[in-house]
């Protein structure tokens, strides 16, 4: 059986922790830094905190960013997603579904629970 130590995977979800700096709301998935946090974006927060490495439920290890109250809403539209960007290095990092998508209007803030970011042990 293939096995992954959490060293390993620790490791590729240390950079979340140490880089990622900017939370979006965007209006679909977005695959790359500009549209995630430009042609994409509905709002978004530099007020990022993400937990060190942990062990993840089911197996394999996780982060946990903390969750966000008071981002900035920049455009009028259905947030559906979320991406967490390094912006020094204009990288997209994650991205992932809402929970439930929000409707959102320019001027307002928005706010999301506490989501997880994991990979699971190999099967």
């Given at each position: 059986?293939?096995?992954?130590?959490?060293?390993?995977?620790?490791?590729?979800?240390?950079?979340?922790?140490?880089?990622?700096?900017?939370?979006?709301?965007?209006?679909?998935?977005s695959t790359t830094f500009a549209?995630?946090?430009?042609?994409?974006?509905?709002g978004n927060t530099t007020t990022?905190?993400?937990?060190?490495?942990?062990?993840?439920?089911?197996?394999?290890?996780?982060?946990?960013?903390?969750?966000?109250?008071?981002?900035?809403?920049?455009?009028?539209?259905?947030?559906?997603?979320?991406?967490?960007?390094?912006?020094?290095?204009?990288?997209?990092?994650?991205?992932?579904?809402?929970?439930?998508?929000?409707?959102?209007?320019?001027?307002?803030?928005?706010?999301?629970?506490?989501?997880?970011?994991?990979?699971?042990d190999p099967s």
């Amino acid at each position: 059986m293939a096995s992954i130590a959490d060293r390993v995977l620790d490791n590729g979800l240390t950079v979340l922790d140490t880089e990622a700096n900017r939370v979006d709301i965007t209006s679909a998935e977005s695959t790359t830094f500009a549209e995630a946090t430009s042609s994409q974006t509905l709002g978004n927060t530099t007020t990022v905190t993400i937990s060190a490495p942990a062990d993840r439920t089911g197996g394999g290890r996780k982060v946990t960013l903390s969750a966000i109250s008071g981002g900035s809403v920049t455009a009028t539209g259905t947030a559906t997603h979320y991406a967490i960007s390094d912006t020094t290095n204009s990288r997209l990092l994650v991205t992932g579904a809402l929970t439930a998508s929000q409707s959102v209007t320019t001027g307002n803030t928005f706010s999301l629970e506490a989501l997880d970011v994991g990979i699971p042990d190999p099967s």
